[in-house]
Nanobody, 120 residues
Framework: QAQLVESGGGSVQAGGSLGLSCTGS??????MGWVRQAPGKERERLAF???????DYADSVKGRFTISRDNAKNTLYLQMNSLKPEDTAMYYC????????????????WGRGTQVTVSS
């Protein structure tokens, strides 16, 4: 399995949108997820998507963020809308383990992350 590489982060004003991508070959059969970590805060599990397309979201992003994947392109996505300053964090993609409830999912094969900054 190749290293996962995130892209698409940047700076945006509150209310704006960003789309993150995560590429890496060898992950099409795995459940994949997104996690974020803000300075001084614990990692927050955001969303996962199974190989069959089942998704789950944290309450903090439900209705605003959408996780998707394109296995033909070896790419995982996170579309983020209605962004808030509290969404500012480093965002990571990873292989998700035990994809039943996003709050209890564990992760491995982390990417290096992409920074998202939302200004008010």
């Amino acid at each position: 399995q190749a290293q996962l590489v995130e892209s698409g982060g940047g700076s945006v004003q509150a209310g704006g949108s960003l789309g993150l991508s995560c590429t890496g070959s060898g992950y099409t059969i795995y459940c994949m997820g997104w996690v974020r970590q803000a300075p001084g805060k614990e990692r927050e599990r955001l969303a996962f998507i199974t190989s069959g397309g089942i998704t789950d979201y944290a309450d903090s992003v439900k209705g605003r963020f959408t996780i998707s994947r394109d296995n033909a392109k070896n790419t995982l996505y996170l579309q983020m809308n209605s962004l808030k300053p509290e969404d500012t964090a480093m965002y990571y993609c990873a292989v998700a383990i035990n994809c039943v409830d996003v709050s209890t999912t564990t992760y491995r094969n982390w990417g290096r992350g992409t920074q998202v900054t939302v200004s008010s």
